[in-house]
Each structure stands twice: as structure tokens, then as C-alpha cells.
């Protein structure tokens, strides 16, 4: 050690951080809900077109639709969920029936609290 100098040591330690998980974005469900203004033809062609299902599965949502009141076509993250409820609105009305005054009614709702079909959520 040269004159005079002061050597000086830092202590090791070892400093515990504890683990952060990322947390997951909620999943949102859109649910089309059921009205007498479109035809079957209409929400199975709808429903191949916005959400790229095939024709049976489209035709088991549009069932469900009439049958229960409802459907959950998709399980998402938000962002994607508001596109996919814009894309149903931006469909249009049935041309098949003329008194047919616009899009099939869409909702979003929080996937905890739907019944939603592990089938039905995003790819």
C-alpha cells in the first residue's frame, strides 16, 4: 500500500428482488345478441366474414344466437374485441329482409363474466 492511502472494501451483498409477473391483460368476449331482423344466411355469413369461421361453426353461433339470446363468437383483448364489434356494426343491415334496419346488435362484456367457449377465444 502506497503512503498514506486507505484501501477501502465494499461488502459483498446480494440484494433479493422479488419476482414480477407480467400481468395479463383481461379478455373481453363480443357477443352477438338476437333480433328478428336477420336471417340465418345473414349472421353465418357475417360471422365466416369478421370472425373467419367456417360454415358449421358459424352456423352453431348463429343457433345459439336464436336459441338462447345470445352468442360469444370471440374471447380477446380489448383492442381486438373493439375491431371485431366495429366489423359487425360496419356489416350492415339483411338484405334479405327488407324491413331489416341495420347491423346485428353487438356487445362487448368482460370474458369473467359470460359464459364464454373456450373454442370462441382468439387464436
Not at 336471417?39 to 352456423?59: C, D, L, N, P, W
Not at 336464436?66 to 381486438?80: F, I, N, P, S
Not at 359487425?88 to 367457449?117: F, Q, W, Y
Request: with cysteine; glycine share 4%; proline share 4%.
Amino acid at each position: 500500500m502506497a503512503d498514506g492511502a486507505v484501501m477501502t472494501q465494499a461488502a459483498n451483498r446480494t440484494r433479493t428482488v422479488p419476482e414480477r409477473r407480467a400481468k395479463q391483460p383481461r379478455l373481453w368476449n363480443v357477443v352477438l345478441l338476437d333480433d328478428d331482423e336477420h336471417t340465418y344466411e345473414y349472421v353465418i355469413e357475417m360471422v365466416q366474414a369478421v370472425f373467419g369461421r367456417s360454415r358449421e361453426h358459424a352456423f352453431l353461433i348463429a343457433r345459439k344466437v336464436d336459441t338462447e339470446g345470445r352468442a360469444v363468437c370471440l374471447t380477446t383483448h380489448l383492442e381486438l374485441a373493439e375491431l371485431k364489434v366495429q366489423q359487425v356494426r360496419s356489416h350492415g343491415a339483411d338484405p334479405r329482409i327488407s324491413t331489416c334496419k341495420g347491423c346485428m346488435s353487438v356487445i362487448l362484456e368482460p370474458a369473467d363474466a359470460g359464459d364464454n367457449d373456450p373454442e370462441d377465444s382468439s387464436r
